[in-house]
């Protein structure tokens, strides 16, 4: 199988999804990338998630643990772009467990954006603006007649919709007014006998039925008529093109930025947008549009991971979660020391992306947690990559030199591109220890902790903290 | 002491709820002390404890709470416990399906020992899960992952087992809950597909109950099974969030979802926290009252326990059956009928 062939399907798996093994890389490359795709965008045709599995393993309720399956369930699924889009709309709808502390209304949140992340866009703001942890979040159940509240007004159109620029302050009150008496079931509380759930529920006596003039349009508009005139716009379609190519293809500026600051690649967000308006704002066709474009393809490494990206990425890379196993919680732990704790955004903008994930505290959690795991030679993903290199399979050696050593190590961690710097201390290391000897029982003993170290030099060099 | 032969249903109403979030986290399983004492089973990932509690429950909730080991896995740790069982002595054991081990305590806490070896050779352990006494206080050991049943002695001694993976009669898919009643009788929680497994003490098959769904009799994700004096069966159905009951031949019989009030610690707790009792004024508290994924139930004399999992407690029912003789109950009938008496 060609080279290319293989980096470019590890992309496509990184980027649609959290990583991917390397036997991994190989099955789906075999199959080919339009077939991929489509099994990407179409995940009823791979199988499910064991949800008894979860229930059976991880049930409970904490944040932890909500958190920590969220991520089992981003490592093991076989339809990682229903995890992926779900993470995306985390992004953008950004709702935080700071302020929202009932736990099943977060996690509902999450469910409903797998349900309807690949839906229509219209579908997806309407059931955001009967999302429980969202009106509270957004303060909706304040938003009533003759009080309106106007923060879920405001933010559906500034950070969730349009973007700010678009729309005026008379927009957003008779936005608002068209939400009132949105709000949701008073659940049971969390003491003494656990959490219950909450549910969506419309109170005609604190809605505002009068008449309402929004971007241009007047009527006695509801919150559903808001979001028909919403997703019209030009504005909506630029707003949702430029988060899903920060999201997927390549870093932007951070949001607050973009009224100032032009697209990257202006071409890809005018395709974008055409598809919306082609597809009704089908976010299926859109993801299928943006994994096929030649814009996508030519994006390797052009994205800074998230820590969600990093971690999942390095325990798939270590083959380390294949089945329910204690202590998962310390994994979100770490992204949380990364700078992103799941179900916990900072704002409701969300987090910043791109290179502002990194800073000097940042970027030592990230290597120390990549260096550390991939530092166990017990690995199932470590000891495949050393059997690789054995010469049982793939092509290998069992005995190969400096540079064969240096540049499978590279494929094998990825495939990925290294710069020239990056390159030259990876093989100086290889070549302090000259021929790498996999061949023999006493060779291997010397052979296997250096195998460990050059994935260890790999997993915290400058170019893996990209996708 | 046979069994009699029929049962008068007189009825089998909820008795009262034990235990609290704090107290009782995420209770998994109880085991009966004497006394009234009880030790509460509590696990989610990250956290486990056997809390020391009494059927009286507590009058309020204070720091000296009592409890017996602690998560890890070290020496007297567990890190994912499933079943806790005491023996004859009142020492308890305590399966982990993730350290592949039983460890036990004396009822004072005292650290005694644990055994088991992870693999899947017989004699291995591969997530065990149920546990239950046989007579003469071998242990049967639900060997989960490995799809089987193997009897060891209190010891960790191997004596024997049966069972492999698959799904026909004596053939399980990830088992987990076990018991035997006191006929020697083994009945086997076969967790993935959806039905209890009965067998005589040597492994043989002799019926089996359920099938997957939520109908009257049907299992979902069934995980805990336990057996009274008078051979009734009791399933927890985890999935359907309830605990089914069924007579010793396997019939259905009725259902209990949960009828819960606040456990005197509760309420004590409640009292001094204004803010959740608006909350709770304001909510439709009907579900409140319900099972929620309760995965074990257990009976001693007339009292069932059944830890509610998600609501950190224990329901409590108390069964008014009272026994028939021949003369106070007639013989079987072939089939239904609708004459009347």
């Not at chain 1, 991880?58 to 944040?63: K, L, Q, T, V």
């Not at chain 1, 699924?77 to 009932?102: I, Y």
């Not at chain 2, 109880?30 to 009880?38: C, M, N, P, S």
Request: hydrophobic fraction near 35%; glycine fraction near 10%.
């Amino acid at each position: 199988m060609a080279k290319s062939d293989l980096a470019l399907m590890a992309h496509l798996l990184r980027r649609a999804g959290f990583g991917a093994t390397r036997d991994e890389i190989e099955e789906y490359a075999e199959k080919g990338y339009e077939d991929v795709v489509e099994d990407l965008v179409n995940p009823e045709r791979c199988p499910p998630l064991d949800e008894d599995i979860i229930s059976r393993y991880y049930d409970g309720e904490n944040h932890v643990i909500w958190t920590s399956t969220w991520m089992y369930r981003m490592i093991v699924t076989r339809r990682p772009l229903v995890e992926k889009m779900a993470l995306f709309w985390h992004h953008v709808f950004a709702t935080g467990a700071g302020k929202v502390e009932h736990g099943p209304s977060m996690i509902n949140q999450i469910q409903m954006f797998r349900k309807h992340g690949f839906g229509d866009f219209r579908t997806l703001l309407v059931e955001l603006s009967r999302d429980p942890a969202m009106i509270f979040w957004l303060d909706n159940n304040e938003n009533r007649l003759g009080e309106p509240n106007e923060n879920y007004g405001r933010e559906l159109l500034e950070l969730f919709s349009m973007g700010a620029g678009n729309y005026s302050e008379d927009d957003i009150k008779n936005a608002s007014r068209a939400f009132t008496g949105w709000t949701f079931t008073q659940p049971i509380p969390l003491y003494p006998q656990g959490h219950h759930p909450s549910e969506f529920v419309f109170k005609p006596q604190e809605h505002d039925y009068g008449p309402k003039t929004f971007l241009g349009e007047s009527g006695n508009f509801d919150g559903e008529d808001i979001i028909d005139i919403i997703v019209r716009q030009e504005a909506t379609a630029r707003f949702i093109a430029r988060h899903l190519y920060n999201f997927y293809v390549a870093d932007e500026p951070q949001v607050p930025a973009w009224p100032i600051e032009p697209p990257q690649d202006q071409e890809a967000i005018d395709a974008i947008v055409q598809t919306y308006f082609d597809t009704g704002g089908d976010m299926r066709a859109i993801m299928r549009m943006i994994l096929l474009s030649d814009f996508f393809k030519e994006a390797r490494f052009k994205k800074v991971k998230s820590p969600t990206e990093l971690v999942t990425g390095v325990l798939k890379l270590g083959g380390s979660i294949t089945a329910p196993q204690p202590g998962i919680g310390r994994y979100q732990a770490a992204t949380g020391l990364m700078g992103q704790q799941l179900l916990n955004p900072p704002t409701v903008e969300g987090w910043h992306t791109g290179r502002e994930w990194i800073d000097g505290g940042t970027l030592n959690e990230r290597i120390n947690f990549a260096v550390e795991h991939i530092g166990d030679a017990e690995k199932p993903g470590v000891q495949e990559i050393i059997r690789r290199l054995g010469g049982n399979g793939d092509g290998g050696s069992a005995r190969l030199s400096p540079e064969d050593f240096t540049e499978r190590c590279l494929t094998l961690a990825g495939p990925l591109d290294v710069g020239e710097q990056t390159r030259q201390t990876l093989l100086d290391y290889a070549r302090s220890g000259g021929t790498l000897d996999l061949s023999a029982p006493e060779e291997r003993g010397k052979s296997v902790p250096r195998v460990v170290h050059m994935l260890q030099m790999i997993v915290s060099s400058k170019e893996y903290q990209f996708a | 002491m046979g069994r009699p032969y029929g049962l008068l249903r007189a009825g089998y109403p909820y008795l009262k709820t034990l235990g609290m979030r704090r107290i009782t986290n995420f209770p998994l399983d109880i085991a009966i002390g004497d006394e009234g004492r009880l030790y509460i089973l509590c696990r989610n990932d990250g956290a486990a404890l056997i809390r020391v509690w009494s059927i009286d429950d507590a009058e309020r909730l204070t720091d000296d709470l009592v409890g017996i080991g602690s998560y890890g896995s070290g020496e007297g740790q567990y890190t994912w416990p499933v079943n806790i069982i005491r023996d004859a002595d009142e020492n308890l054991y305590v399966s982990d399906e993730a350290l592949h081990r039983i460890v036990s305590f004396s009822r004072e806490g005292e650290y005694i020992g644990s055994w088991g070896e992870a693999g899947e050779a017989e004699g291995q352990l591969n997530g065990p899960a149920g546990i239950a006494f046989d007579a003469d206080e071998n242990m049967l050991v639900v060997d989960s992952l490995n799809h089987r049943v193997q009897k060891f002695s209190r010891e960790g001694e191997f004596i024997g087992g049966w069972g492999s993976f698959g799904d026909g009669p004596g053939e399980f898919d990830m088992p987990w809950g076990v018991t035997v009643d006191e006929l020697g009788y083994v009945y086997v929680v076969d967790w993935r597909n959806d039905r209890v497994q009965k067998f005589d003490s040597d492994g043989e098959f002799v019926f089996e109950i359920g099938s997957s769904g939520d109908g009257p009799g049907e299992l979902n994700r069934p995980a805990g099974v336990a057996v009274d004096r008078f051979g009734d069966i009791y399933v927890a159905d985890t999935g359907n969030n309830r605990v089914q009951l069924f007579n010793e031949h396997g019939r259905y019989v009725q259902r209990f979802i949960g009828d819960s009030t606040l456990s005197r610690v509760a309420r004590d707790y409640m009292l001094t926290n204004a803010y959740p009792n608006r909350l709770r004024d304001m909510a439709d508290l009907e579900g409140e009252k319900r099972l929620r994924a309760p995965k074990n139930v257990r009976v001693d004399d007339d009292l069932m326990f059944v830890p509610d999992y998600r609501s950190y407690r224990v329901q409590v029912y108390k069964n008014e059956a009272i026994p028939l003789d021949e003369h106070q109950i007639s013989e079987p009938l072939r089939a239904p009928t609708l004459a009347t008496v």
